[in-house]
């Protein structure tokens, strides 16, 4: 189980960098005026989300593993809402992948600002996965 965590670990390491960057490009991109500066930014944000799915789907798969080996977590409230949690922070990569198919397509819906709150949702899903699952409450 311990290699298993490791990884999760690792993979989540991986999501959460992409996840973070990610909605930072989206604010530089919003505020670009020059068509070079779009172009190069849709390739780090399309590049940046394949690594984003690669660490998302590797961390779903190595925490599935450990649950595996500890079903009895599953009855666990703490790890329940931890679960929910990382279903809202999938959500939340979908809504970037969606997003970076709009800036690609040319349509920029939001102001600079907006994407500047949209960043720190991660963040603040972060501290609460990390408190859930060191303190284990309830």
Request: aromatic share 14%.
């Amino acid at each position: 189980m311990l290699w298993l965590k490791a990884f999760h670990i690792v993979f989540v390491v991986t999501w959460f960098a992409g996840l973070f960057y990610l909605p930072r490009l989206f604010v530089y991109h919003a505020m670009a005026d020059e068509d070079p500066v779009r172009e190069t930014l849709c390739v780090m944000e399309r590049r940046l989300l394949v690594m984003m799915h690669i660490g998302g789907t590797l961390s779903w798969l190595f925490g599935l593993g450990v649950l595996a080996t500890v079903p009895a977590w599953l009855g666990e409230p703490w790890m329940q809402v931890k679960l929910g949690l990382v279903v809202i922070l999938t959500a939340y990569h979908v809504l970037c992948a969606r997003i970076v198919k709009e800036l690609a397509a040319g349509t920029v819906r939001h102001e600079h600002t907006w994407y500047r709150w949209f960043n720190e949702v991660p963040t603040l899903i972060l501290i609460a996965v990390v408190l859930l699952v060191e303190l284990k409450p309830f």
